[in-house]
């Protein structure tokens, strides 16, 4: 068994970030820039959007933190990300999810324009990633799809499962691994004979939510094995969908919780910015 490593692996990619955003700012005299807009108190919010803005700085992104109070109206939000939207020095918006009952998100987030979608969950994203068209790609399954690149896991041919269906996670994943010519079965709650599903898989991805949940029993040996999931046990500790100990002597290659998936999705996020950054700038020349 091979251990995949995204802390290492996203280190790796904030380093050759480092490099572009030095290069951005040389040829083009600014900053390549991301607004965050962080809405309310909610704690869990407040920790992602420091450490979004702590990563920014390591590699030479220059943030634009906006917080605006709970009770900040749907007007005075919207005139915002309009104002944001229009920003040239602004490459990136990222909305902070999730908002208060009384916003709407959908509403909120499809002011942001396509190009400045750095989480790529606007329906125009979507809709190329389905049509197999260039477009932003939401941060962790494309975060999944460098580990397996950088670590040459070939996908052509090979039978893709994945586990969930969310906009954000499964459903994208999929269409990402169909894009690389994998054959994939996406599951669900709803699925019947899950198990069975599993065991077809050459590459499986848990992205469900529910601690330990893929076991020995559920694996093909020499499957390649990525866990997404984020779960906190009883006792504190930090879990993926995966029975990591359980499972990892069967697989070709699992990706660890913490230490997998987890870190990449950041380093994809600032991916995508200096990238939304450098097409800006082409766009602005032809
Ligand atoms: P959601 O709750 O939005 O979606 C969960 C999906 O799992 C749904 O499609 C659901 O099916 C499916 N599901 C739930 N239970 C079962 C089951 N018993 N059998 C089969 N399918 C099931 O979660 P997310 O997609 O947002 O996140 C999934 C996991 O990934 C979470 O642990 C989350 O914390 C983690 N995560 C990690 C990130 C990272 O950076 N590493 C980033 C984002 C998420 P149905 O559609 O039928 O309800």
Known sequence: MKLIDGKQTAAQIRSELKLRTASFEQRYGKKVGLAVVLIGNDPASQVYVRNKITACQETGIRSFAHYLPETVTEQETLSLIRSLAEDDNIHGILVQLPLPEHLNADKILSTIPAAKDVDGFLAENIGKLALSEEGTVACTPLGVMELLKRYQISLCGKRAVVLGRSNIVGRPMALLLLNEDAT????????????????????????IGKAKFVTNDMIKTGAVVIDVGINRTDDGKICGDVDFENVK?????ITPVPGGVGPMTIAMLLTNVVQAAEKAQCRNIY
């Open 184 to 207: 994939v079965t996406v599951c669900h709650s709803k699925t019947q004979n899950l198990k069975e599903e599993c065991l077809r898989a050459d590459i499986l991805v848990a992205a």
């Open 249 to 253: 002597e069967k697989c070709s290659y």
